[in-house]
């Protein structure tokens, strides 16, 4: 008889190794909270000291480049040496095709008609112009009221205007510097059009200030102010876009910025600036 073999019993694993993933761990932790510290305290950095890269990571909002129609978009663009670009693009819920129809655009206001330096139009057959006093508080100054046939083969239509010593624009006296202005615009309801876009651009070498630049009204209570739900570079042309398709009320479009000492500035497109809204 045979004695049976007693099984051998597994080793235990030395005690002399370790895993030493939890020390890992503890290690990590602190130095990722390290990390994160850095990271903040850049972010604040720059966007104390520059205020456009404050605005790059305020208002990263999503396109609202649908196509959508009946819809309005205008662009305001502060040109070098004070003057002022206003092109609005209309793009109707139909083309009323083969036949052209003829149609309304008020320019904007000025102090005196020879403050508009240039006029251009498109998507029109023909246009004609007469000027028309302001109406209330504005009614010391002028406007361009266009009666634009459209073409019935262009999907959009509307006018491209520059002008001089614009009333929309002025100093901001609440800086202390006395180097900063402000653009500033009415925003009223409207019930026609599905979607109603307006962008402010600036050009190169401008710092957008203050996006909550406030001032009493004439009864002394304060304006309510739009916010832009979205920034984009076109053109190399800082654009803040306000959506004014839903207002219940009337809003103010004021942007403090001090201005770029360039006299000159790259051409920005009314399309391309159209297409990043």
């Known amino acids: 008889m045979t004695e049976s073999s007693i099984p051998s019993r597994r080793k235990t694993q030395s005690h ?8 890992r761990l503890i290690i990590a932790i602190p130095i990722g909270a390290i ?11 720059f966007a104390d000291h520059d205020p456009n890269f404050a605005l790059g990571i305020e208002l990263g909002g999503f396109s609202r480049a649908e196509n959508v129609q009946p819809r309005n978009f205008r662009l305001w663009a502060v040109l070098p040496e004070g003057r002022l670009r206003y092109a609005t693009l209309f ?14 655009i008020a320019g904007p206001l000025v102090n005196s008609a020879s403050d508009i330096q240039q006029t251009m139009y498109f998507g029109a057959l023909n246009i004609r112009s007469q000027v028309q006093s302001g109406t209330g508080g ?13 073409d019935p083969k262009s ?14 624009i002025a100093k901001d006296l609440t800086d202390s510097t006395g180097k900063m202005s402000y653009i500033a615009m009415g925003a009223p309801p409207q019930v026609y059009y599905a979607q109603v876009i ?3 651009a600036f050009p190169p070498g401008t710092t ?4 909550t630049l406030s001032v009493a ?3 002394n209570a304060p304006e309510t102010l739009m916010k832009p739900y979205r920034r984009a570079v076109v053109d190399g042309w800082t654009l803040l876009y306000f959506d004014q398709s839903s207002l219940p009320t009337t809003e103010t479009v004021r942007v403090q910025y001090l201005p770029s000492t360039s006299k000159t500035a790259p051409d920005l497109s009314l399309w391309d600036a159209d297409k990043a809204r």
């Open 217 to 219: 009204t004439s009864g």
């Open 138 to 150: 504005d009614s010391s100054r002028v406007y361009d009221l266009f009666w634009v046939e459209h």
């Open 155 to 168: 999907g959009s239509y509307g006018v491209d205007i520059i002008t001089q010593k614009s009333p929309y």
């Open 35 to 45: 990390v994160l510290a850095i990271i903040v305290a850049l972010v604040l950095y």
């Open 16 to 23: 002399t190794r370790f895993d030493d993933s939890r020390r």
């Open 91 to 104: 793009y109707p819920a139909s083309t009323n095709a083969p036949a052209s129809e003829v149609l309304t």
């Open 208 to 211: 957008i200030g203050n996006l």
């Open 198 to 200: 307006v962008a402010l």
